[in-house]
């Protein structure tokens, strides 16, 4: 069975720092990988997906980076602010099965 | 262009009482997921369904039951509610597979079993 483990579980930062998200997979065989974002009673949104050809995939101040052969993907939030509080979750993907999540790391940035 | 819809938003039940949570996608999507949301458990998938015509169970799929109505429609039937069923329900659609494709969430059914 496929396991995600995301860490940390919850981090808190100060506006405006740069900040990592830690995704760790137990089966390195990924097809892709995506970053999800949940707001509180909400749904989830993708942020980015990243082939497992790819090494980076990047969207505004989101940098998604891609170890396969390490099982590691990091999601990277530059220059945070408040409105990037939210539970970031990672979902590898391993071909024609169906996505497995992490738990999510909540993050809160404080003005 | 909807995305993906689900009702009801909130449902409260007691213990016994059977529901049939809907699902509805736009998007021409082939496959179309259930999945529950507990506090400290993540996302867990109940059922799955690949294509129209198909089901599979997921991790989590004892007292629950699925239909794929047609390719827009995939509903989750609770037949004997219990309060372990107390969670947020989500559901999602993939384009073709999950390989190249981003899945796309509906806002999610909280449920309520006293």
């Known amino acids: 069975k496929q396991e995600v483990t995301q860490i940390p579980a919850a981090l808190s930062v100060p506006e405006g720092e740069n900040l990592v998200l830690n995704c760790s997979f137990t089966?390195?065989?990924?097809?892709?990988l995506q970053w999800f974002r949940q707001d509180p009673g909400k749904g989830l949104t993708s942020l980015l997906l990243?082939?497992?050809?790819?090494r980076e995939q990047t969207s505004g101040r989101l940098n998604a980076s891609l170890d396969k052969s390490s099982g590691r993907s990091t999601l990277y939030i530059a220059a945070s602010q408040p409105g990037d509080s939210a539970t970031y979750l990672c979902?590898?993907?391993?071909?024609?099965?169906?996505?497995?999540f992490g738990k999510g790391t909540r993050l809160s940035v404080i003005a | 262009n909807a995305g993906v819809t689900q009702t009801p938003k909130f449902q409260v039940l007691k213990t016994g009482q059977s529901m049939t949570l809907q699902c509805a996608q736009d998007?021409?999507?082939?496959?179309m997921y259930w999945y529950r949301q507990d506090p400290g458990m993540g996302l867990r998938l109940i059922y799955y369904s690949a294509s129209e015509g198909t089901t599979d169970k997921g991790e989590v799929p004892n007292g629950y039951n699925v239909s794929r109505l047609n390719k827009r429609e995939f509903s989750l039937r609770l037949e004997s509610a219990a309060p372990s069923q107390t969670s947020v329900y989500f559901c999602?659609?993939?384009?073709?597979?999950?390989?190249?494709?981003?899945?796309?969430f509906g806002p999610g059914t909280r449920l309520t079993v006293l």
């Open positions: 998007m021409n999507h082939n496959s």
């Open positions: 979902a590898p993907s391993w071909g024609n099965t169906p996505l497995v």
């Open positions: 999602a659609s993939l384009p073709v597979t999950a390989r190249a494709d981003t899945q796309y």
């Open positions: 990243i082939q497992s050809s790819q």
């Open positions: 089966d390195s065989a990924i097809y892709n």
